[in-house]
């Protein structure tokens, strides 16, 4: 039986990928949503042909609780309301599957964690490409050593964000409050992520800089972001992020008897790939609906997922670091017994 979701937050993520993604899942479908917003339910609600008891809006949410059509809770709110609905979800006694970044910081994740655990529900975060198959090829390339020993990686992503004027809903990426971080937090953490499922390791300490060109948009998140990270099996990075500029939208993985890498890597589909001089040949799959459906198998099968909170938490205390090196300009450890939970 396809487990039964709902979608909080009903913006360019969940109208545009997350909805018909449903449409191509083989065990989730939708059948909730959550919205503050006073027309959006009615549409929602013929569009996908929705039950009306399964529409809430963020007072009500809790109700939640007495709804036996809806297992998972899936949150695709602004970054800084993750954890509260999350929590939430959580107290409902629902499964939880979260948007990356998972929270605005590491005790966030942590209390998100202790919820979910404390509740014995399961957590995931939306790590798409941990899901990808032009991914999952470069993951195994690394760890069965085909090009050799992994040696250097070269990771960026970045896009070019729009002049949201005060009042517009979209502006919250650009408002600390709500964001939690700009770039970096937003489109920095795939470079991040990259690196880590490459490597399969935390990064042992991370030198960053800022370059902000236009202060007053950028007032108050991180417009540019370049960094490096060493690894503790001798891997070294150089990552870049931006909310300036498009174009950056790679990896490429350099070891020891050749490279091999994504470019565009982080996009929803038309990934492109090569492995020393040849293309990576892999199936284009909606990535949502993987995602999803590996968050479902996780459920049914009670297993952990591989995306669970630990691993939004592990990112999260990489990108701590990353800003506290340039607030301080200096290389920040990130801290050994805080590397996993
Ligand atoms: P969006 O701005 O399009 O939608 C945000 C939603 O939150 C809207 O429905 C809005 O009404 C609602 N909201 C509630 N309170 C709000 C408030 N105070 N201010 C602004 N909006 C409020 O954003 P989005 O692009 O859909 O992103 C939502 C989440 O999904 C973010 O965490 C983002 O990082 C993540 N995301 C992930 C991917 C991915 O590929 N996995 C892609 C895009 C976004």
Redesign the pocket.
Known sequence: DRLGFALV??????TD?LAPAFEKSDRCRLVGIV???ETKPEEWKKKYDLDSKNIYNYRNFDQIADNPDIDVVYV????A??EEFVVRSAKAGKHVYC???MSVSAQECRQMIDACDGAKVHLGV?Y?CQFEPHHLECMRLAREKTFGELRHIEAGFGFPIGDYPVGD??R?RLEHE?AGGGALM?VGIYALQACRYLTGEEPRSVLAREIKTDPVKFAEVDETILWSMDFPGGVVASCSTTYGFGGINKFTATATKGQFGLDPAYS?GGIKGFAGDRPIEAPEIDQFAKEMDAFAKAIQEDKRSKVAGEEGLRDQLVIDAIYESVRTGRRVDVAPQQRSS
């Open positions: 937050g009903l913006g360019r993520l969940s990928q919205s503050g917003s695709v709110l602004p970054n309301m993750h948007e990356k970044p939306g798409r809903l979209r919250w709500l937003d929803y």
